[in-house]
């Protein structure tokens, strides 16, 4: 069966969204130097900037009035001039076997493209088993999600013929215009990273002018009365012609979502990416619109410093009390801590409030088990359930991440936290039979970093277990990262490897098990990236110039201004 990371969509009604508060807009333009209005604007046309920013009427008898300033154009020569390292690494010289595992991934990597392109170019996934695609709905209509997903993994793998056959793609067949209901979050950390990360890796113009137009289709879930988007948006033309539409440019909250509420790994993951829009376009809005969760945010009382998974996009409160470092909860921990890193480590109030989120998240989730296993816990209204989710396990990497730049009094600490909770992680794999991990493992009644119940034993080919195994190299050099990443590799090749791809399987703990017929897109942009990046010389990508976006697209740290 198909699993997406999000149960499917159910309509509710559209609210109407102020402007973003003056303040807010005022900082956010200053910060981010930006200037002019998008060079794709033509005189006359009504420019689809939502929330009551800015518009461009439409042109009446009397003569447009003259634009004196040049269209924003972004300098991408010198963008690349001011990166610190090669965006494939030096390659000095290296021992064979580290070499030997690294062209095995870029071999697997070849394998599941090859396959994906054979049976289901311009469908989102291959189904390996039946050799054919599968499209689903989450993207809205949207097509071509794997296309998307491995543009820059083909690139940094120097799989060269692949990734022209995924740029033609893109250039002849990825069309933008389609009617359907799409998740925001999906599609931003797919579709625009996809296509932003293609861009800077390559500085191909037909990436950039995508990534911007499918932004601006993005924009109306954030006409709310908080400025906090929906979950759910129609992706229909935002064009005058669409005015006649009922449904174009709407937007809802999940039907499963409690009251209505939106996401906090949702809403909380869109800022890297729009920021990246609002820098190649020279349009603020997208910047403005994003970052609107952090004002909200801290407004709201925040119960023992943590951070409810389900926030009123009407009210700005909590719909429940239900903290989570896994699904729901995830990568809105991630990108604040990636945000300061992405500004040059200038923005000092996502830092604050990521150190603030870690500090509560140890005081009430991190829990030590009978048998000496450090995991966190989730957390309702007050009552922990003693479950990690494997979503849960990307933040091993993230505590490494911050840790490298904590003060050092606190750096061994988090440093010795990120590696006792990628081992419990890599546990969760070394205790099942396939030695691939469950998609929930938990620690009650005598049983610790199992599964324990039927609906939890699947494994979708998910990435986080080997993110934070390649974080943990890069910060500790510790040789056990590389070998417990190379047991992934020989359990993928073994369990999950079929005639005609790859696919996840239904139950970790049988070494028979069945396939669910899912060559996920994310296999593609994450968990055979980050294994890659694992057997490569820390310049590959280098952490210095590059944050990776949730689903491992890497976006650029913004080093200096690159207005033309």
Not at 69 to 86: G, Q, V
């Amino acid at each position: 069966t198909d699993l997406p990371r999000s149960p499917p969509a159910a309509a509710e009604p559209r609210h109407a969204s102020p402007a973003a508060p003056r303040r807010l807009r005022e900082k956010l333009r200053t910060a981010a130097r930006m200037a002019g209005p998008p060079a794709h604007t033509a005189p006359g046309s009504r420019q689809q900037v939502q929330g009551g920013e800015r518009r461009a009427e439409p042109a009446t008898g009397a003569p447009p009035a003259r634009e004196t300033r040049a269209p924003f154009r972004f300098d991408y020569e010198r963008f690349r001039r001011s990166l610190r390292h090669p965006v494939r690494g030096r390659r000095p010289g290296e021992d064979p076997e580290t070499r030997a595992r690294r062209m095995k991934i870029r071999e697997m990597m070849k394998f599941a493209w090859d396959n994906y392109k054979q049976y289901a170019l311009g469908k989102n996934e291959l189904r390996p088993l039946t050799k054919n695609g599968h499209i689903g709905n989450m993207f809205g209509g949207l097509r071509g999600a794997t296309v998307v997903d491995a543009l820059d993994t083909l690139y940094i793998m120097e799989l060269e013929e692949e990734f022209q056959e995924a740029k033609k793609w893109v250039e002849k067949s990825f069309d933008l215009n389609v009617n359907g209901e799409a998740s925001l979050f999906e599609v931003n950390i797919r579709y625009i990273g996809g296509l932003l990360a293609a861009y800077y890796l390559t500085g191909e113009e037909v990436f950039k002018s995508k990534a911007l137009e499918l932004g601006e289709k993005l924009l109306p879930a954030f006409n709310t009365p908080t400025g906090i988007p929906r979950g759910v948006i129609n992706l229909g033309r935002q064009d005058t012609r669409s005015l006649f539409s009922p449904c174009s440019g709407m937007s809802w909250s999940w039907g499963w979502a409690s009251a209505g509420s939106s996401i906090l790994a949702e809403f909380g993951t869109l800022h890297l990416e729009f920021l990246h829009l609002s820098e190649l376009s020279g349009n603020p809005v997208f910047a403005e619109k994003a970052s609107t969760f952090q004002f909200v945010l801290n407004k709201v009382e925040k119960p023992e410093g943590l951070y409810p998974n389900f926030l009123s996009p009407v009210t700005g409160n909590w719909v429940q009390h239900h903290v989570s470092i896994g699904g729901l909860g995830d990568s809105f921990y991630e990108y604040l801590i990636k945000s300061w890193l992405m500004s040059d480590k200038k923005d000092s109030e996502a830092k604050k409030m990521y150190d603030d989120a870690l500090e509560a998240i140890e005081k009430h989730l991190v829990k030590k088990s009978a048998g000496g296993l450090t995991y966190i816990a989730e957390w309702r209204g007050g009552i922990l359930d003693h479950k990690m989710g494997h979503l849960a396990c990307f933040s091993g990497g993230m505590i490494a991440l911050g840790a490298e730049h904590a003060g050092e009094e606190r750096k061994q600490h988090y440093v010795d936290l990120a590696a006792e909770i990628t081992n419990t992680c890599h546990e969760s794999y070394a205790r099942s039979d396939t030695k691939l991990g469950p998609e929930a493992f938990r620690f009650d009644a005598g049983t610790e970093a199992m599964a324990t119940r039927l609906s939890e034993r699947y494994y979708i080919l998910r990435p986080e277990v080997v993110e934070s195994y390649m974080y943990m190299w890069r910060l500790t050099h510790d040789p056990k990262y590389r070998q417990w990443g190379w047991e992934v590799v020989k359990a993928l090749e073994k369990h999950c490897r079929v005639e005609a791809g790859f696919s996840g399987i239904r139950d970790v703990y049988t070494t028979t098990p069945t396939h669910d017929n899912m060559q996920q897109s994310f296999f593609l942009a994450e968990t055979l990236k980050y294994l890659y990046l694992l057997f490569c010389e820390d310049d590959v990508l280098s952490l210095d110039d590059w944050v990776f976006n949730t689903e491992a697209h890497p976006l650029p740290v913004n080093h200096t201004n690159f207005k033309a």
